[in-house]
């Protein structure tokens, strides 16, 4: 069962992404700087990043520290066999990858959800159909299930054991379950991580969200060794950069950092809710990175914000949706609640 509200069936999903000032400023071109940019899923406290040798910079990063990454890796992320984990620039690398391993057939996208996945596997040549519950992947011949876990935009989450039965059951007829576990370090109870290298079941984990470093770009992706070798394979000797390798093996190991972090995104969450709450927007689910909500009024609501110099997500096929990320400090929260107001 899920365990966020359902929302509207069907797709188009969301086809724009957020994060764009350059846009936001043309539209809003009185608007006030800096702007206050609510769009992305991505921690307004980023993860402290360590002074690094110079050498870091100047060399390729060697094997071994790629290696170190991915024992880092497994470990935070609950996996037992480093082996089991590919590096990437970045999941969204990944999940344009992962459709050409594959000859075209029929995906499943279980949704509303993120994109970009239905876009790359239907740019591989496969016949993408929009799913909007659960039974139907268990009940159709799908050679591929794609389901973001917790999803984006509204935080539905499917139980692990559900997931990996479904593995089980596609990898039966040779097919895969694709799980993008790009929110799961907030939520590791619903991460089937202890699970990879099952057959069938393919992991997609990124790093910039929860750790606030989303220009490092990147991301892991966790499955069986058929799998794993032609992903290195196409990634090629150097799959990420020697910065990116050292700082992101420090942040994996920092386990109370990850701890405070979690408490803080969890009570900010929180006091978001209550700030569209109190100000008539319905919350309808999230994750502590971000919260979506519905109003009939939306469309009015995003242009006063765009105007007070303040970007919230919105969504064509939705358009009573808004997504709001986190404010990062008292000026951000006072912005955001004078201009609701």
């Known amino acids: 069962m899920s365990t966020a509200p359902a929302l509207a069936a069907g797709f188009p999903v969301v086809t724009d992404h957020g994060g764009d000032l350059g846009a936001a400023r043309l539209r809003f ?3 006030p700087e800096p702007w206050l ?13 360590p002074p690094l040798a110079p050498e870091v910079w100047q060399r390729l990063p060697d094997p071994a520290t790629i290696d170190d990454l991915t024992v880092a890796a497994a470990r935070a992320f609950g996996a037992s066999d480093p082996t089991h984990l590919v590096a990437a620039p970045g999941s969204q690398a990944l999940i344009q990858w992962l459709p050409y391993l594959r000859r075209p057939g029929r995906v499943a996208v279980l949704g509303p959800t993120y994109a970009e996945h239905a876009a790359c596997w239907t740019a591989a040549g496969h016949r993408v159909s929009p799913v909007a519950g659960t039974e139907s992947l268990y009940h159709e011949s799908w ?5 973001v876990n917790p999803n984006n935009p509204d935080g539905r989450i499917v139980e692990p054991e559900r997931l990996t039965a479904l593995a089980g059951t596609l990898a039966a007829r040779g097919g895969w379950l694709v799980v993008d ?14 699970a990879a290298g099952l057959p069938g079941l393919i992991i997609l984990r990124s790093f910039g969200k929860f750790f606030g470093l ?4 990147l991301g892991f992706a966790l ?9 290195r394979q196409a990634l090629g000797p150097w799959p990420v950069s020697g910065p990116a390798a050292v700082i992101a093996g420090r942040a994996l190991s920092d386990r109370a950092w990850i701890a405070e972090t979690r408490g803080r995104l969890s009570a900010s969450a929180n006091r978001l809710d209550r700030v569209l709450t109190a100000h008539g927007l319905t919350v309808l689910g999230g994750t502590p990175l971000f919260r979506l909500t519905r109003t009939p009024d939306a469309g009015t609501v995003f242009e006063g914000l765009g105007r007070a110099g303040i970007l919230v997500r919105r969504f064509e096929a939705h358009p009573g949706w808004l997504r709001f990320g986190l404010p990062a400090d008292a000026d951000a929260w006072h912005r955001l609640e004078m201009a609701l107001s």
């Open 143 to 147: 050679d591929t299930v794609v389901v």
């Open 181 to 194: 576990e790009a929110f799961a370090d907030l939520a590791p109870g619903a991460s089937v991580a202890a």
């Open 223 to 231: 499955a069986g060794p058929a799998v794993t070798t032609r992903l």
């Open 37 to 49: 940019d609510l769009s992305t899923g991505i921690n307004p406290w980023p993860y402290p990043v």
């Open 29 to 31: 071109r009185d608007a």
């Open 214 to 217: 989303a220009g490092l770009r």
